[in-house]
């Protein structure tokens, strides 16, 4: 997309009050593909009916359809060494029209707010590079989080890292993604009931990197 539109706040959709307990480790399982409205849920991920219920409430019903949906669900153990997603500064669906539901119950994603909107450059090494020195000096914006609970709405203007903990705890965090291409890294988690219809492609170290192929 590109131009002066990254820096901006995400939307907040509000509390969904869930309590997960089982330790789990699921990587953007596919769970629904465009033109269909049901999702496809493994029984150990039903329990996240009411955080998709708002996902579509937010969406709409159109896009919510139109799209093809992903998931991500982690209940883990994380400390100041140990963390489940990585760090650093990034945005969801970097150069694409993905948009991204995140959710977690304690060390709330920090979002970087641009005082302007800023111009990044259309490339994922020397983004996050840009992102990185911009946020590390107020001058040019603050850094937020939201409320534990509340599910925020991210699409590729929206720059944001992950928590540090300060303190070990269990931590859940739970991703919905909205795609029109298919999230198809090999060791991302595999649904069996709802094969992906596309062949799986090597995972690379790069950041940023937009997540999904396009759909032919």
Same mark, same amino acid.
């Given at each position: 997309?590109?131009? #002066?539109?990254? +820096?901006?706040?995400?939307? =907040?959709? +509000?509390?969904? =009050? %869930?309590?997960?307990?089982?330790?789990?480790?699921?990587?953007?399982?596919?769970?629904?593909?465009?033109?269909?409205?049901?999702? @496809?849920?493994?029984?150990?991920?039903?329990?996240?009916?009411?955080?998709?219920?708002?996902?579509?409430?937010?969406?709409?019903?159109? #896009?919510? /359809?139109?799209?093809?949906?992903?998931?991500?669900?982690?209940? %883990?153990?994380?400390?100041?060494?140990? $963390?489940?997603? #990585?760090?650093?500064?990034?945005?969801?669906?970097?150069?694409?029209?993905?948009?991204?539901? @995140?959710?977690?119950?304690?060390?709330?994603?920090?979002?970087?707010?641009?005082?302007?909107?800023? $111009? %990044?450059?259309?490339d994922h090494?020397?983004? /996050? =590079?840009?992102?990185?020195?911009?946020?590390?000096?107020?001058?040019? +914006?603050?850094?937020?989080?939201?409320?534990? #609970?509340?599910?925020?709405?991210?699409?590729?203007? *929206?720059?944001?890292? @992950?928590?540090?903990?300060?303190?070990?705890?269990?931590?859940?965090? @739970?991703?919905? &993604?909205?795609?029109?291409?298919?999230?198809?890294? *090999? +060791?991302?988690?595999?649904?069996?009931?709802?094969?992906?219809?596309?062949?799986?492609?090597?995972?690379?170290?790069e950041r940023?990197?937009?997540? &999904?192929?396009?759909?032919?």
């Open positions: 997309m590109g131009g #002066r539109i990254y +820096g901006q706040a995400p939307r =907040d959709c +509000g509390l969904v =009050d %869930l309590q997960p307990t089982e330790m789990m480790f699921w990587q953007d399982l596919f769970i629904k593909p465009a033109k269909q409205f049901e999702p @496809v849920l493994p029984a150990n991920l039903q329990q996240f009916g009411p955080l998709i219920a708002a996902v579509m409430r937010a969406e709409g019903i159109d #896009r919510w /359809i139109d799209h093809n949906v992903f998931m991500c669900a982690k209940t %883990l153990w994380v400390s100041a060494a140990e $963390s489940m997603n #990585r760090r650093g500064w990034h945005t969801d669906g970097f150069m694409s029209s993905d948009i991204n539901y @995140v959710w977690s119950d304690c060390y709330g994603t920090e979002i970087w707010l641009a005082d302007e909107l800023v $111009s %990044l450059t259309q090494a020397a983004s /996050i =590079d840009e992102m990185t020195f911009l946020a590390a000096d107020p001058f040019y +914006g603050s850094i937020v989080t939201y409320p534990d #609970r509340h599910l925020i709405r991210l699409d590729e203007t *929206v720059v944001h890292r @992950v928590a540090e903990y300060p303190v070990a705890r269990m931590r859940s965090f @739970v991703k919905v &993604s909205l795609s029109k291409g298919y999230f198809n890294r *090999v +060791g991302n988690s595999i649904n069996h009931q709802l094969p992906l219809p596309v062949a799986y492609e090597a995972r690379t170290a940023n990197v937009p997540a &999904s192929k396009e759909a032919a």
